[in-house]
Nanobody, 124 residues
C-alpha cells in the first residue's frame, strides 16, 4: 500500500513557474509508475504527466508538453512536477497517483493509489 501527499500548490501569475511535490510512504515506492493528473471545476480528471519506476520513460499530455517536467527520486520517495510558463487553463486541483502497471500509463483507471490533491491557481 502507498500513501501519497501532494504539496506546492498555490496562487501564481501567468508565466510563472511552480514545482509540485508528491511524497509517498512505504518501502516499495520504486516499484510503481507515478503520474500527475488534474481536475478543474466542472471538468473530468485529466492526465498531465507520468513516468515509469525509474523515470526513464516519461509521458506528457499535449497541452503541457515542453512546459512541464515530471521527475522522481526513489531515494526520497518523491515525485515532482516542474511547471513552467503557466497559463490560466492550468488552474486545477493536481493529484499524484501510483500505478502497479509498468511504463507511464495515462488513464486514471490504471492507477491504484491517489493523493488528496493540491490547488494550483493561475491568475491573469
Amino acid at each position: 500500500q502507498v500513501q501519497l501527499v501532494e504539496s506546492g500548490g498555490r496562487l501564481v501569475q501567468v508565466g510563472d513557474s511552480l514545482r509540485l511535490t508528491c511524497a509517498a510512504s512505504g518501502r516499495t515506492f520504486s516499484l510503481y509508475s507515478m503520474g500527475w493528473f488534474r481536475q478543474a471545476p466542472g471538468k473530468e480528471r485529466e492526465f498531465v504527466a507520468a513516468c515509469d519506476w525509474i523515470g526513464g520513460i516519461r509521458n506528457y499530455a499535449t497541452s503541457v508538453k515542453d512546459r512541464f517536467t515530471i521527475s522522481r527520486d526513489n531515494t526520497k520517495n518523491t515525485v515532482s512536477l516542474q511547471m513552467n510558463s503557466l497559463k490560466p487553463e492550468d488552474t486545477a486541483v493536481y493529484f499524484c497517483a501510483a500505478s502497479v502497471k509498468g511504463g507511464a500509463p495515462s488513464a486514471p483507471g490504471e492507477y491504484d493509489y491517489w493523493g488528496q490533491g493540491t490547488q494550483v491557481t493561475v491568475s491573469s
